[in-house]
């Protein structure tokens, strides 16, 4: 029952970050995020227990049908919204935190062929432009905004708003407490 609560729960952030959302039930057929964050579930709990092919096997047939691709051995936290979808990647070693909200467009890819941490972090209460890419083994801190287009292949610290080819910290918000 935790779970049921916990996905109703995810429902209603989406119709809260949303204003086009008009209920959980069109938020539950009509939005890509739903169906993609449902099959990268499964997908992940397949990966963590060593069965590779058939958890890629999901990702591949979940980003066919809804034009988001999340490798199967991502970590992503509770509350991740991604609006519109389309084009939307996120890489094998990339972490994204809670309450997280990514554009369509949205890259998390990875800058080398190692087998080691090679895309992203993402901390808490991130809002990621469309079209960012955010490149390689890099922190982006809570509470952070990455404007539209942005190319970040350097840390964010916390707090920050980030915009720009490369991505430059444009403005820092000085309450900690608040919570974009």
Same mark, same amino acid.
Request: aromatic residues 12%; charged residues 15%.
């Given at each position: 029952?935790? @779970? ?11 119709? *809260? $970050?949303?204003?086009? !959302?008009?209920? =959980? ?9 739903? +169906?993609?964050?449902? @099959? ?8 963590? +227990? ?5 958890? =890629?096997?999901? #990702?591949?047939? #979940?980003?066919?049908?809804? %034009?988001? *691709?999340?490798?199967?051995?991502? *970590? ?7 609006? +519109? ?6 890489? *094998?070693?990339?972490?994204? %935190? $809670? ?12 800058? #080398? ?15 990621? %432009?469309?079209? !960012? ?26 707090? #920050?708003? !980030? ?18």
């Amino acid at each position: 029952m935790k @779970a049921w609560k916990q996905f109703l729960a995810e429902l209603d952030y989406i119709q *809260e $970050n949303d204003p086009a !959302a008009r209920s =959980r039930w069109e938020v539950f057929w009509l939005y890509p995020s739903v +169906h993609a964050m449902i @099959a990268h579930r499964c997908a992940h709990y397949l990966y963590r +227990h060593q069965w590779f092919f058939l958890a =890629r096997f999901i #990702s591949q047939i #979940s980003r066919f049908f809804t %034009g988001i *691709e999340i490798h199967p051995g991502a *970590e992503i936290g509770r509350f991740f919204f991604i609006d +519109h979808g389309m084009g939307v990647v996120i890489g *094998e070693t990339a972490k994204v %935190g $809670n309450y997280c909200v990514l554009y369509h467009g949205v890259t998390l890819g990875g800058t #080398s062929t190692s087998r080691s941490q090679r895309h992203p972090t993402l901390g808490n209460h991130i809002i990621i %432009g469309a079209g !960012a890419q955010l490149l390689g083994d890099i922190i982006i801190g809570d509470n952070c905004k990455i404007g539209a287009n942005a190319v970040v292949v350097t840390d964010i610290p916390h707090n #920050s708003v !980030a915009v720009g080819m490369p991505a430059k910290v444009i403005r820092t918000i000085e309450d900690k407490d608040v919570h974009i």
